[in-house]
């Protein structure tokens, strides 16, 4: 199914895109498994969702836990613990 | 109820004297501004850039609202919060409640700071003489939010 | 640290920068201003009278602050209060505090408000259709004052 | 002892008076003892100092008890629970 996917803050400049489009494997279902499945890219992902440190994640512009299910069409983002205010 | 995320400054006076002076109903108006600091973690700042989830940011502002709004009897409220590359003695965020009676404007314009800090996709960058730096969540932000968990 | 009680209006714009202009430690000002309402206790109320007591009200308010500095570690801070009869929509006080951190002047403002509701020797009169009359003190003002006993 | 004393809102009303001097007995020392030696001036004093409403008292701008201690010069004032903000 395909879903877009933004980054933002450290994990974009970490990362180097800000947004893209990806088109997951079927089983691919949840924040944790689309975080697994992004960390085969290689070790700048696989460093980012080791749990070292906090990546929130959004699901339509929700904040969601990582159980949390994707569907296609989806808007997924992962970000930094927000620093606003 | 209005939410603004802008790149320009605002006028707090303009703001505050059009949300109370709206109706003779209310009483007490409450607001917080926050501004740039010099200083942060111990090293002289030269600007603060912020970086925002567009979409995301004014919806999450719009829940933490209708949530005060839930919690308390208010009657309205502002919450406007600048992005871009601010200086020191820069205006950050302006949030405005108004209510008949005073307690419950302090109490839902120091909730929606509180959630503002630890809910809505904003985050700072700071440059100083050292370099540019992501300024990191304090724990003392989602200590404060504890105190709001029903 | 200013006081002031007066019969003129007062500009809470420009009182709220020139509190928070006034040094780049700043990172929060957290302001209360109250305005006359047009409806008290089901009357409709043409004006509110307010007498005071000279010397002491200043005195009075100058303490509060002086207290308000004492518990939490605020920058600076601002009343100003208005005698004299005022319609509704009018200003009645301001009351503003700016410190590094929000948390500290949310709770010193909410305190110099209590304090000064119960403790500064103001009288409100309301001319209402039915003549003039007293308001009486509220006991929620006396129930709010409580939260604050050390 | 002379004393300054002072009367405000609803209870300068009531007593007709905003300000007055007044040379005290010897044994007047408290606000109790004044507003008992007030009191004796005739019914709307009695009726004020009976207890059925509040009075507060200050002694030098300073809000008091009734057992605070009245010196000579003091400025006393009498007044109804305070209702600004």
Redesign the interface.
């Known amino acids: 199914m395909k879903i877009k996917v933004l980054y933002f803050a450290r994990i974009k400049e970490a990362v180097n895109y800000s947004t893209e489009e990806i088109d997951l494997p079927a089983e691919i279902l949840t924040i944790t498994a689309l975080k697994n499945w992004l960390s085969l890219r290689g070790e700048v992902w696989a460093n980012l969702f080791d749990g070292k440190q906090v990546v929130r994640a959004a699901i339509n512009h929700t904040l969601v836990d990582d159980l949390a299910t994707i569907q296609a069409n989806d808007e997924v983002a992962f970000f930094p613990p927000v620093t606003g205010g | 109820m209005t939410v603004s995320v802008q790149v320009e400054d605002f006028?707090?006076?303009?703001q505050?004297?059009k949300l109370?002076?709206a109706s003779?109903?209310?009483?007490?108006?409450?607001?917080?501004?926050?501004?740039?600091?010099?200083?942060n973690d111990g090293d002289s700042i030269n600007t603060l850039t912020?970086?925002?989830?567009p979409?995301?940011t004014e919806?999450?502002l719009q829940a933490i609202e209708a949530e005060a709004k839930s919690r308390w009897d208010i009657l309205d409220s502002l919450i406007i919060?600048r992005v871009g590359t601010l200086e020191?003695?820069d205006q950050?965020?302006l949030v405005a409640v108004v209510s008949?009676?005073?307690?419950e404007?302090?109490k839902a314009?120091?909730f929606i700071?509180d959630f503002?800090?630890?809910?809505?996709?904003?985050?700072?960058?700071e440059a100083t003489a050292q370099g540019e730096r992501?300024?990191?969540?304090?724990l003392?932000d989602d200590i404060?939010l504890k105190q709001w968990q029903k």
């Open positions: 006028d707090a006076g303009a505050l004297n109370r002076l003779p109903s209310i009483g007490a108006l409450v607001s917080f501004i926050g501004q740039v600091r010099d200083i912020l970086e925002h989830y979409g995301m919806s999450a919060h020191p003695l950050i965020v008949a009676h005073r307690g404007a302090f314009c120091e700071m503002l800090k630890t809910q809505a996709p904003f985050w700072k960058k992501w300024v990191d969540a304090k003392s404060a």
